[in-house]
């Protein structure tokens, strides 16, 4: 064989990454002192974990209770004690809204506030707001403001409670406060300069005009007086925080050498994608909630790291109502985010969180089986699968803390090993389903099965890699990979899929 041959018949190596935000959690009482990830049942992560190796990740670095963005900066290998510019440009950039330099923007949400007091009486105005959302977002998007008719406001609706807001226009600048008091029941903040620039000084005047504007729109909306006479919660005040600029940074592919993808219906997380030139692939049924459609995530990530096998998923692009056709060589780095475990974190809903993530388990496994097939059928890829979380989320505390974050990685080979074969995995059902309903067994079922999968920790061998055969916080912790930064991990996945 020549040496042109044998470079022919390098298969080229793709990794599936899965990224369950809020993944971590602490050990909670009614779970016999287990975390809810110690109680699901996850025979696919723990296949994971059986066939290659293991380890704990602070991901940006020890003792930091970080959020999403900057979690997922340092993940992707960016620092975001450099990079990070505010969270609002993520937030609209992946809301669809096409941002210029000077351009600020906002993360934003629909709240409700008592007009008397000042007082915001709740953050979250509704989180299934799918239908208002983008009645009020149309309604102010283009809000004219009367002392500073010279700036352009746009407006577009994200997700559950969200929009973005961009405003363009001159001497703008990202360093100034949000209208955000970050918790119910709390005063809305007044907009101030972070620096002494007049830059700063007069953005906090432009967005403070804007802020009552929005107010001033919403509390005439017909849509408010509906809601109010049938009971529910107005959404009377936009709450601006994160203001920021659109970041400046070399690429993703020109980092790492891999062209990548992402599968992310949470705005904030695509914007992030975005600003890093990596593609958004269209997913239908996918929301970022807990409604979301787990299959179709995997099926659009399979589709994308099996082009040009077959035609990849249509792509997302700020500022298009059209979706453009995907790289037509396909992808190496499949991005797969999940949303719905932080957002049972952040409800305190603890039997919701254990069946959330026994179904990213399944997913995962229908994942496996469309990759299988195409490595099996065209020989001309080589996957591997790696699972980890960006931070905890604990349902104790309801917001984001400081534990690190269990990583597995794996080659889908040896998964398929760990698994039982090839005829065992592609067996598994590949017909969608949606999150289950919490509710439908008692808390004291779950610790009992959470005492039952603790008897079989040692009932399977590791096939590949080190010797942790479960993906939990406390079995991680005996990986390998010991306990490591979330900088380090682009560099830990690059090595291994080229083992």
Known sequence: ????????????????????????DVSIPSLGFRTPVQVATTPNMDTMARA????LMDPVEPGLACGSDTAHLSLL????????????????????????????????????????????????????FEEEGPILCEALNGVKLPLFPEYQVCVRYATEHRCGVVVKGPRLSGNISGTDPLKDNRPLQIVVPLDDSEEAKHTAAVVSELSQEMRRILTAHPLNAQRKSQGKSIANVVLLR????RIEVSTFEEKHGLVPCMVAPTKIIAGLGLSLGIDILDAPGATGDYRTLLTSKAAAIAGALSAPSKSPPSIFIPGEEDSKPGRREGYDFGFLHIKAIDDAGHDKAVELKVRAFEAVDAMIGQLARLLL????????????????????TPVEYGDHSFEPVPFTICHLKD?????????VLLSTDLSPFNLPIAGSSALAALAEQASARASFDSYDSPVAGDSVVRFDEISAARGCLGRFQGSEMMGVIKKYIHL
């Not at 080229?12 to 935000?21: C, E, N, Q, T, Y």
């Not at 059928?377 to 979380?389: N, Q």
């Open 77 to 128: 290998g960016y620092n975001p004690l450099i990079y990070y510019r505010g969270r609002g440009a993520f937030e609209s950039l992946g809301a669809g809204l096409a941002m210029s330099p000077g351009d600020i923007a906002f993360k934003s949400n629909f709240a409700t506030i008592d007009d008397a007091s000042g007082i915001v009486t709740s953050r979250r105005a509704d989180r299934h």
């Open 373 to 392: 097939e195409e490595e099996a059928g065209h020989d001309k890829f080589e996957y591997s699968l790696c699972v980890t979380g960006d931070h905890s």
């Open 242 to 245: 994160g203001c920021g600029i």
């Open 415 to 423: 998964f398929v090993v760990a698994k039982g074969g090839e005829s």
């Open 1 to 24: 064989m020549t040496n042109a041959e044998k470079e022919n018949t390098v298969r080229k190596k793709r990794v599936a990454f899965i990224l369950v935000d809020g993944l971590s």
């Open 52 to 55: 290659g190796v293991s380890g």
